[in-house]
């Protein structure tokens, strides 16, 4: 363990026992102080000191039982309501322990009422806690601290999962140095902002030098002696290693498991949101399109005369588009730019800004002043909710590309076609033009893949904030 998690686990250790003890305090006064929802005998009659045993016993039965349900150990991603699964675990072996021992010796003397009350204390605060330190984590990692310097191992298609996951969930705290791969095709060309090192011949070098905290071995099971290899060396050089299980190169939410007479059968699932998906991801598309068309349409009337009142040309501006399964459709928007700003671009061409397939420039001069400020509060996209009601968008999805632009997918990303195009998506919460176009694709085939009513809501109210204050917008 390393001397930063070591700190942090211990530390966690005291704020637990100061929090259990507080809570343990709080409880008599509550039951023989103040005496909420019971009447007793007043406070001379039972002391606190007389409970100063128990109060001991508690917090060593509790930190005993955190340590057995593993409530100290480091597991990235996992979520507040798993952790107070395990406090609580903990804290019901506790209790009723508490509970027994208070019957077989002293069943008239100790409330066993206020151990109650400390039970609900001990995780109120312990929940509190909890919730404050991922706030401070998630601003930490923010500001680019608290990081782990992180090295992939492996450039297929489970190495490219690793990569979603790390862009669409920077709360994790990984700090990818670059991935690696025996593959020659796979080992020089960089994949958004994750570098290639090189061979794994560089392996030992590459720890060294990028001082590696944490290694992600992503190899298929074919090369079980090199993966071998490769934790050794990590143990040798104090690095943690960690191995994505591989079944047929895919992630275990895509095995389906079935029964033939006593015979398992393995299937894979495919990587793509389920019929019933759709059709709940359709209900939300128009529930809140159809409550959301009035307000847009007063919205839009304001818009559109301002458009025809800055400078010549029409109102809106229709694009061809490609939408699910490499189907084309018309885009349609407020005009945001001077007529005749597609003929320009090919002038512009040396300024673009955004990696390839992609054209923006920060500050185009083709903007009308009026464009500019619907571009960065993305009020021109209010007509593309005719294009959701027709069921050719999504409000949360991919971006939709240029034809041209397709043509220049890699075979990866391809899948991103696999879903109606969004308004709004992981790409738009997490940086939208700032991204570069291989960071864009990753964030949009890790939502396809893990696509639920629950993601498409929290996109969509994360998109209030973004759209407020146009960050990364031009």
Not at 100 to 118: D, E, K, N
Not at 133 to 145: F, I
């Amino acid at each position: 363990m390393r001397p930063r998690q070591r700190l942090l686990r211990w530390s966690a250790v005291v704020v637990d026992i100061a929090l259990i003890n507080i809570a343990f305090v709080l409880a008599y006064y509550i039951r023989y102080r103040y005496q909420w929802f019971w009447q007793s005998d007043p406070v001379s009659d039972n002391p606190l000191s007389a409970y100063w045993p128990f109060e001991l016993l508690l917090t060593g039965v509790l930190l005993f039982a955190f340590r057995a349900d593993g409530v100290y150990e480091a597991r990235r991603g996992q979520s507040w309501l798993d952790e107070m699964y395990r406090i609580g675990n903990g804290l019901t072996t506790a209790i009723f322990i508490l509970w027994a021992i208070t019957f077989a010796t002293r069943p008239l003397v100790y409330s066993r009422l206020m151990f109650g009350y400390a039970a609900i204390l001990i995780a109120a605060f312990l929940g509190a806690a909890r919730i404050a330190r991922r706030l401070a984590e998630d601003r930490l990692r923010a500001r680019g601290l608290y990081l782990d310097q992180t090295l992939i191992v492996g450039a297929g298609e489970v190495g490219r999962a690793v990569m979603r996951t790390i862009v669409a969930r920077p709360e994790l705290g990984y700090r990818v140095v670059g991935f690696m791969d025996d593959d020659p095709a796979k080992s020089s060309t960089a994949i958004g902002p994750f570098k290639a090192l090189g061979g794994l011949e560089n392996f030992e070098r590459i720890l060294r030098g990028e001082q590696v905290a944490e290694v992600i071995i992503t190899l298929p099971w074919t090369a079980q002696q090199k993966i071998l290899d490769l934790v050794r060396a990590c143990e040798r050089l104090g690095v943690r290693a960690r191995v994505v299980p591989d079944l047929f190169q895919l992630s275990l939410s895509r095995v389906d498991i079935d029964d033939l007479g006593g015979i398992p059968l393995i299937g894979i699932k495919e990587a793509t949101i389920s019929p019933w998906g759709r059709r709940a991801k359709r209900a939300l598309d128009l529930a809140i399109a159809l409550f959301g068309l009035i307000p847009a349409a007063l919205i839009g009337i304001a818009i559109a005369i301002a458009v025809k009142l800055e400078s010549p040309g029409p109102i809106l501006f229709r694009q061809k588009r490609i939408g699910m399964g490499g189907k084309p459709f018309s885009i349609t928007k407020f005009r945001s730019m001077k007529a005749g700003a597609e003929e320009a671009q090919a002038a512009l061409a040396a300024h673009n800004e955004a990696t390839a397939p992609l054209f923006k420039i920060r500050d185009d001069p083709r903007l009308t002043r009026l464009g500019g400020f619907l571009r960065k509060s993305s009020l021109d996209e209010l007509p593309q909710l005719i294009n959701v009601l027709r069921g050719e968008m999504s409000l949360v999805g991919p971006r939709p590309n240029l034809p041209s632009e397709v043509e220049q997918y890699q075979p990866w990303q391809v899948q991103r076609l696999e879903v109606p195009p969004g308004i709004t998506g992981l790409w738009q919460v997490s940086g939208r033009s700032d991204l570069s176009f291989d960071e864009m694709c990753l964030l949009d085939i890790y939502y396809i893949e893990n696509w639920s009513l629950k993601l498409d809501l929290m996109i969509l109210l994360r998109t209030v904030p973004r759209v407020l204050w146009g960050n990364g917008a031009y």
